[in-house]
């Protein structure tokens, strides 16, 4: 979805027709959309980059676990 774009609910009308949504995407300070990807910038310990572990990201959809291989400290290369 992008800007601009309606959501469609078909039969959700009062007449069974379809009511449609305008979406509004607003500008965050914590994520920014380069393409069909939305990312995220989080600080993270030298330390654990450098051993591996993991870490707890507060999201809109509630704190989520994504994982950090040993020795990787440039994400796109550990791709």
Do not use: H, K
């Not at 979406?23 to 989080?42: A, E, K, T």
């Not at 676990?65 to 020795?71: D, E, K, T």
């Amino acid at each position: 979805m992008r800007s601009g774009e309606d959501v469609v609910f078909a039969g959700a009308g009062d007449d069974g027709g379809a009511i449609t949504a305008p979406v509004l995407i607003r500008p965050s300070d914590d994520l920014r959309i380069l393409g069909d990807d939305l990312y995220m910038d989080w600080a993270v310990a030298p330390r654990l980059l450098e051993d591996g572990g993991r870490i707890e990201i507060d999201t809109w959809a509630g704190p989520q676990r994504p994982g950090s291989r040993r020795g990787c400290t440039n994400r796109p290369a550990c791709a």
